[in-house]
Structure formats: C-alpha cells, structure tokens
C-alpha cells in the first residue's frame, strides 16, 4: 500500500510571494489533515477534510493560508503572501473514518521563507 | 483545550539498554486515544504504538510498550534493547476522537542511542 505522498519536499521563496503544496493520500483513506511543524515543536492540526468537506479549519489563518481537496482525493495548501514566520514543515496525514483512526504522515514540504 | 507535556528535552541511552519516555496530557473527556510517534531526521513521522484509553492493558508493539496510567493522565513509552535505529525526535499526541480534532502533539523528546 503506497503512503501519503507529498510534493515538493523543499521550498524556497522570498516573503510575500505565494506557495503551494499538494497531497496524496493513502487510497481509501477519506479524512485529510495538514499540520505545520515550526522548528523544535510538535506539529500542529491547521486544516482537516472528511471527503472533501472541512470538518476543522480554526486554526488556519484565513488571511493568507487556503486550502481545498478536490473531489475528495488530493488537496492542496496555499500561502499567498507568506510571512517569515511561515518557515516551517508542512505535514500531510490521512486516515480512514472513524474514532480514533490512526492518522499516516507523508514525508512532508520544508518551507523556507527568507 | 487539551494539552500534552514532555518533559523530557532530550534523553540518551546507551545500545542495548532500557530508556522510558515521559508524557502528561491534561483533558476533562473519558474516551480518547493516544499515540507516539517517532520522527526521524529524515522527517517523516511513523506511528510507534497507540492506546486506546477505554483499554486498561498496556499497548506492545515488540521492544516498544507502554505504561498507561489513566488516573493520573500519564503516557510514558519504555523502549526495550534499544538499538541505533532508534534515534530519532519521539512525540506524545493526544486524539479526542470526537471525529473534528486533529493530533495534539507534545513538544518532543530527542533520543540519543550510544554506541
């Protein structure tokens, strides 16, 4: 069984440019997460998706970040403009639905903003 | 809002031998999950073991168990005959289950194995 995939694993941009990150989740799988990891925390749950639907977005900042997953499958996470304090990895987990399902990682986006 | 605390900074442990990993949370639900995962340098977070918090048992997965006390909201990980693979950032995460909660993560332990 293929993993979460994630592209592209590294990102440089300057502050106020925009960003894009994309996921592919474990097939089957139909709860989507994506959490940031800033340098020396653990991560933490920005957006999550049941099939296509957001089921949690409170912690997203809804001034620059978006996010969407298209026809229940892949989805993808935006920034526009980023912040220096954007830098961080961004984590893509799915699950299968129900209670307490583990959630799998992908190798996740490094992001750098300078 | 539920919180997981580690301690534990960082932590060494010499090839072949015992460590235990610490983990509080503070929650006021009964019914919940709890995980640890295991990041490599590489970044990739990999499930270690989970426990479900109606299971008074203790979770094993092979040199890796748990000691789950749910009185006192404590979740520590004991990692038997540890080998250089193990080296990695270990997080404690906490699951409501409530079906609208991501992970709640603690801030990490950094295992160091020596040879």
């Known amino acids: 069984e293929a993993g979460v995939a994630q592209s592209p694993r590294y990102k440089i941009i300057e502050k106020r440019q925009s960003v894009a990150f994309w996921c592919n989740p474990i097939s089957g799988h139909a709860t989507l997460y994506w959490y940031q990891q800033i340098l020396g925390q653990g991560p933490k749950l920005l957006i999550q998706?049941?099939?296509?639907?957001?089921?949690?977005d409170s912690q997203l900042p809804k001034d620059r970040f978006s996010a969407e997953r298209l026809k229940g499958v892949d989805s993808t996470l935006k920034i526009q403009p980023a912040k220096l304090e954007d830098s961080a990895v961004y984590l893509c987990?799915?699950?299968?639905?129900?209670?307490?399902?583990?959630?799998?990682f992908g190798p996740g986006t490094r992001l750098l903003v300078l | 809002a539920q919180t997981v605390t580690q301690s534990q900074p960082e932590m060494s442990v010499q090839e072949a031998e015992t460590v235990t990993l610490s983990c509080t949370y503070d929650?006021?639900?009964?019914?919940?999950?709890l995980f640890w995962y295991k990041q490599p340098p590489s970044r990739q977070m990999i499930l270690v073991i989970r426990?479900?918090?109606?299971?008074?048992q203790n979770a094993t997965e092979n040199r890796f168990s748990v000691n789950f006390q749910k009185a006192a909201k404590s979740f520590s990980l004991k990692i038997s005959d540890s080998q250089l693979g193990d080296a990695a950032m270990y997080f404690c995460?906490?699951?409501?289950?409530?079906?609208?909660?991501?992970?709640?993560f603690g801030k990490g332990t950094h295992l160091i194995i020596q040879p």
């Open positions: 995460a906490y699951y409501s289950g409530g079906g609208a909660d991501g992970l709640t």
């Open positions: 987990a799915s699950s299968r639905t129900g209670q307490g399902t583990t959630q799998y």
């Open positions: 998706f049941q099939n296509n639907g957001v089921v949690d």
């Open positions: 426990q479900e918090a109606y299971k008074q």
């Open positions: 929650t006021s639900e009964s019914d919940y999950y």
